[in-house]
């Protein structure tokens, strides 16, 4: 069945460091990806998605390429702040759509220090 | 933000205790969705709704019940709690589409002891 793996935190970083975080799936056709991100003690919301092949979501200086070859979806940022530590999860939607149920990675946790 | 509230937030109960967890929406979307949240598992569907009375499984549905008698309600019932099911639950709603973006409650905090 389709499922998605990300890379396995915590990655902690220092203030104004470049973040990659690793996503990749595995899907028949071609589902619609998703990075939501998760605040302390707060609910899941959406940071930024792409729902076709090499469409580009960004939201917050965060982008994420769909890359239908290499069946990737990393997130990165040029520059992290201290308020950019949450989990983030990666997700998708699958081709044959039940009711827009997500599938998600298990999440990874960002730590930013000053 | 979307207009989605749980209650209770926090809950503390015994096992063998039934409890009802319940998810409120004002957006009138068609979908609704309960997940637990554990460490290393990410979020795990245990039910989800298409509509008033209409709800199917999730890959965790063992030991939980759901129903949804209104559009804007949806209740997730453990009917004898067990210590296992001590987590983090969200309700989300979403229009349902390939495409479309779920939107999540701030969660309840159920510890059974």
Not at chain 2, 52 to 60: H, L, P, W
Request: charged share 20%; aromatic share 12%.
């Amino acid at each position: 069945g389709d499922s998605v793996t990300q890379m396995e935190g915590p990655v902690t970083l220092s203030e104004e460091a470049f973040l990659t975080i690793n996503c990749t799936y595995t899907a028949t056709g071609y589902p619609s990806l998703f990075w939501y991100v998760q605040y302390p003690g707060e609910g899941l919301q959406l940071l930024l998605k792409a729902t076709k092949a090499d469409d580009k979501g960004s939201n917050k200086g965060f982008e994420a390429t769909y890359r239908k070859e290499t069946t990737s979806f990393h997130l990165e940022k040029g520059s992290v702040q201290v308020s950019d530590s949450a989990v983030y999860f990666c997700a998708l939607i699958p081709s044959y759509n039940q009711g827009g149920k997500l599938i998600f990675g298990q999440g990874t946790e960002l730590s930013v220090k000053p | 933000d979307a207009g989605i509230t749980q209650s209770p937030r926090h809950k503390v109960t015994e096992t063998g205790t039934p409890v009802t967890l319940r998810c409120h929406q004002t957006e009138n979307h068609r979908y609704m969705y309960w997940y637990r949240q554990d460490p290393g598992h990410g979020l795990r569907l245990i039910h989800y709704s298409y509509g008033v009375k209409d709800t199917d499984k999730g890959e965790v549905s063992d030991g939980y019940s759901v129903s949804r008698s209104k559009t804007e309600d949806f209740l997730l019932t453990l009917e004898s709690a067990t210590s296992s099911q001590t987590s983090v639950y969200f309700c989300a709603i979403s229009s349902g589409g390939r495409k479309e973006t779920q939107y999540f409650g701030p969660g309840t905090r159920l510890l059974v002891l």
